[in-house]
């Protein structure tokens, strides 16, 4: 649902509320989403696109979730955090530890194929 709200609204860019005709408030989704500003539009709906995917599969179930890639930033949250100062440090990791990993952002990007 939130990946088709955001090809159907493309006028949106860094945050916006998905929410159905007639759902209750707690229904309701926040999200935000940042792009590099090297990103032409179609690569930043396309990063945005790729990770609400991933954010989809990762956070199954879930009132909330972020994910940080190479190329953007998606966070998603079922309470208004706009404006709100966000003190969490969240890390986390997919694949295995790699000693002397060089390009962590790269093999991130790989497992959501970005």
């Known amino acids: 649902l939130l990946h088709h709200q955001l090809r159907l609204r493309p ?3 860094n945050n916006f509320e998905v929410s159905l005709p007639g ?3 707690n229904d309701v989704v926040y ?3 940042q792009c590099r500003g090297d990103l032409s ?3 930043c709906h396309d990063c945005v696109a790729v990770a ?3 954010l989809g599969v990762s956070f ?3 009132t909330g979730g972020a994910l940080l890639l ?3 930033f998606v966070r998603y949250d079922n309470t208004s955090f706009v404006g709100d100062e966000d003190k969490a440090v969240v890390s986390d990791k997919c694949g295995p530890s790699v000693a002397n990993d060089t390009d962590p952002l790269a093999r991130r990007d ?3 194929r970005i």
Do not use: N
């Open 60 to 62: 199954v179930g879930a």
């Open 11 to 13: 006028q949106i860019f």
């Open 70 to 72: 190479d190329r953007c």
């Open 110 to 112: 790989a497992s959501c």
């Open 52 to 54: 609400v995917g991933c």
């Open 23 to 25: 759902s209750a408030q």
């Open 31 to 33: 999200g935000l989403f």
């Open 41 to 43: 539009t179609p690569d």
